[in-house]
């Protein structure tokens, strides 16, 4: 099977900066005469105070340091990172918008990017001018911008201010004009850096439609973003940066475990000796948490044909109408995988309870986590009107895997299984004889 074009070659890339310099947008004479008046005053009040006039040796910082890969055309490919890891950097450089140091990059093809909320705009233009501007840039023809026009506007649903200046846009109508022209002028091409950091949920599930066609369509997609589920659902493939340099460049469920859990101790239970070291108020401290087995016994691996129980003890120093304690299960994609509350323990249906220590249990039950690691988060609050009077996340981690013995969900499948959960549902098969297309819609008796 003949492989796809290679479309980006990036080839030991180093970008240093010097710290502390800047580049001035737009220089005036006022500016000019402001800053040659200024200096002569600040010689003579550094000479009154006997400070001698010197300069610092510069600094310098290595946003990325010898990164090497390369995408194939169609690619949907993620980078993920820590703030100031490199991410942004590194598709400034694919945009051509910043020099790289050192090192090379190869680009077949036209390249679009919607690096920061506004690249590429012209605040003065409006937003019809900018939807012009932007095409040209990208080489494409009048004619050819023109036809995607329309198609661009109602994507943005921006119509009313097509015609008004984009820098009366709010960020909301300028995030979703720049990014229908990014995806909808039909670079090869598509550089995105946090799209969906702005935006409400349904312009997001918007764009990550969109981004999955472009998929498609074959063109290529670099997509940097903090949504884990969101790289997830589009990208198979993932690189994470950490100091500007590649960590692990693989497969992403495999990259953003890596990621995630780059910290994490796993952990089944954590103690607070102390009421003043707890996390907590004057109405509830936790004082234990714990991830235990049938047995009560703390594990951090279990079969997934176990029930897993979290435990939890705490202090309820005052009386409070219906305080209760919640959990939740995250994933090593930083999925919700559960979250649950005790509102429905006969115990917690009371109107107060007196203070004191109190103990509660949450069972997850056998056959419903799938493989993999987990997080545990919890809560300590009153649902409504909401109060919180703990809230812990990350306290205890704990990992399940399949027995090996085909009695699971997954049965005799080895490899990746996929979802949220994997819970052993009951399935029913008929059997129904005759030879296909005699009557299909009126199957016979099945046969035992």
């Not at 994933?331 to 103990?359: C, F, K, Q, W």
């Not at 993999?372 to 306290?395: A, C, H, K, M, Q």
């Not at 699971?408 to 098969?429: C, F, H, Q």
């Amino acid at each position: 099977m003949a492989h796809s074009p290679r479309v980006i070659q990036v080839d030991h890339l180093t970008k240093q900066y010097r710290l502390g310099m800047t580049v001035d947008s737009y220089r005036t004479l006022r500016d000019a005469l402001v800053d040659a008046a200024a200096a002569p005053a600040r010689w003579v009040s550094d000479a009154v105070r006997g400070r001698p006039r010197h300069h610092q040796p510069p600094e310098y910082i290595l946003a990325l340091r010898d990164v090497s890969f390369s995408v194939n055309q169609g690619e949907i490919l993620g980078i993920v990172g820590r703030n100031g890891a490199g991410k942004s950097t590194l598709l400034k450089v694919l945009a051509r918008i910043t020099d790289p140091t050192a090192g090379r990059v190869r680009i077949s093809g036209r390249v679009g990017a919607l690096l920061e909320v506004g690249t590429g705009f012209h605040p003065e233009l409006t937003g019809r001018e900018n939807i012009f501007l932007n095409g040209a840039i990208l080489g494409m023809h009048r004619n050819e911008i023109a036809k995607r026009f329309d198609e661009i506007v109602a994507f943005s649903e921006v119509e009313r201010f097509i015609d008004t200046p984009v820098k009366k846009y709010s960020s909301g109508m300028f995030l979703r004009l720049a990014f229908a022209v990014a995806a909808h002028l039909e670079p090869e091409i598509l550089l995105v850096d946090e799209v969906l950091a702005v935006g409400d949920a349904r312009f997001q599930r918007k764009c990550l439609g969109k981004m999955e066609s472009v998929g498609r369509e074959g063109r290529t997609v670099l997509f940097i973003s903090h949504n884990m589920p969101a790289v997830t659902r589009l990208c198979p493939r993932t690189i994470l940066l950490d100091d500007g340099a590649v960590v692990v460049d693989g497969e992403t469920r495999e990259v953003i475990s890596k990621y995630l859990n780059a910290d994490r101790v796993e952990s089944g239970g954590i103690e607070w000796t102390s009421l003043e070291s707890a996390p907590g108020d004057d109405v509830a401290r936790l004082r234990r948490m714990r991830v235990v087995d049938s047995e009560g016994n703390s594990r951090t691996l279990f079969t997934m044909r176990e029930p897993i129980y979290i435990e939890l003890e705490y202090w309820l120093l005052r009386g409070e109408e219906r305080v209760v304690p919640m959990v939740q299960i995250v994933n090593e994609s930083g999925i919700s995988v559960l979250v649950s509350a005790a509102n429905h323990d006969p115990t917690y249906r009371l109107p107060g309870r007196r203070p004191g220590l109190y103990r509660s249990r949450c069972e997850i039950p056998a056959d419903l986590m799938t493989e993999g690691g987990f997080s545990v988060d919890v809560w300590i609050r009153v649902l409504y009107p909401r109060r919180i009077f703990v809230r812990e996340t990350n306290l205890l981690t704990f990992r399940i895997q399949d027995t090996g013995l085909g009695d699971s969900a997954i049965g005799e499948y080895r490899g990746s299984w996929g979802g949220v959960i994997a819970p052993l549902l009951k399935w029913d098969t008929d059997f129904f004889p005759g030879e296909p297309g005699l009557d299909a819609n009126t199957p016979s008796t099945p046969v035992p």
